[in-house]
């Protein structure tokens, strides 16, 4: 094909390409094209579930944790022979009616003035007989180290000194067949002493959030996402709570905490009242976290889509004609 002379003096293309169109395009596309930047991303499709092993046998004591990654997180439970990774999700099997408890380890992500979404997906199992409580927590749990293996109690001494937030029902008002409207709270650590993570509700003090005239309510193989957004601004963490799925609607509050900010997660906690009579189990679909990009990387896009839109009507100009 040939060129010809462009009047800055450059060689172009004399015939537009397929390749060309295509470029220009891509650059021009909306900014928003981009999404969001993936910190976190474990679909559990790896049938890592601990130490490389998919944890369908394990004891008290082995297998232990290996090191989590952006795609590999590692989990341990409060029994043994629970929680099974396969490459439909991670089952969570509820085999006993009493509290069952499962913590997940990522690598460290620390929230700054562009906003942080935590999402855990899951679906539930059969109904069971009973309802109980469910609570979430997003903490810090790096000062006195991680439970290593499965086969804890309600009090470790691993949870001494973390920091960061808890998500809870209030009441009872989770699986078992209940229809009664769920509503959440959220707390913030404040007994960080306590070696107690989700077992005593006391530990967390006072709610700093609720959400408010939302509808809908846990109901037996449905899937939802629990997701949490925070952005530091100013001195002041700005936490919003949603959940979604099923018939659930308006579950969604903003709550802020500008006392003594947690800003650094690397656990997600998740304890179950009442195990079985809840639901039967709980299949992890995913776990994510993501990161609106920086200001300066959108002016990078819009930049890119400027120059690729100038070279494509360039191109056009000095193009023969038919």
């Not at 037996?220 to 963490?237: E, I, K, P, R």
């Not at 650094?264 to 009442?274: M, N």
């Amino acid at each position: 094909m040939k060129n010809q002379q462009s009047s800055a003096g450059g060689t172009i293309p004399a015939r537009l390409t397929l390749h060309h169109v295509l470029l220009g395009l891509a650059l021009t596309a909306p900014l928003g094209a981009w999404g969001q930047i993936v910190l976190v991303n474990d679909n559990f499709a790896d049938t890592d579930r601990i130490g490389g092993l998919n944890g369908s046998s394990t004891t008290s004591s082995s297998p232990t944790i290996a090191t989590a990654t952006s795609t590999n997180m590692q989990w341990v439970v409060n029994g043994t022979s629970q929680l099974t990774a396969s490459a439909s999700g991670m089952l969570w099997n509820m085999n006993s009616t009493s509290n069952r408890m499962a913590i997940g380890y990522f690598p460290t992500v620390t929230v700054g003035s562009q906003a942080v979404t935590f999402a855990f997906t899951f679906t539930t199992g059969n109904s069971g007989a009973t309802a109980n409580n469910l609570r979430f927590a997003l903490v810090n749990g790096s000062a006195a180290g991680y439970r290593t293996t499965d086969g804890f109690s309600s009090t470790d001494a691993s949870y001494v000194g973390d920091t960061g937030y808890g998500f809870f029902s209030s009441g009872s008002t989770v699986g078992g067949g209940n229809t009664t409207n769920l509503g959440l709270n959220t707390y913030e650590r404040v007994t960080t002493s306590s070696n107690d993570l989700l077992g005593t509700a006391s530990v967390w003090g006072t709610a700093i959030g609720s959400s408010s005239g939302a509808t809908g309510y846990f109901a037996a193989n449905t899937t939802y996402t629990f997701s949490v957004q925070m952005s530091h601004n100013a001195g002041t963490l700005s936490i919003t709570t949603s959940l979604t799925g099923g018939n659930f609607s308006g579950m969604n509050y903003t709550t802020s905490d500008s006392t003594s900010p947690v800003l650094s997660f690397d656990t997600l906690a998740i304890r179950v009242g009442g195990g079985s009579n809840q639901f039967s189990n709980y299949n992890f679909e995913s776990f994510t976290v993501s990161q609106i990009p920086e200001p300066s990387t959108y002016a990078a896009f819009a930049g890119l889509a400027a120059l690729g839109l100038v070279a494509y009507r360039r191109r056009r100009a000095v193009a023969p004609a038919n």
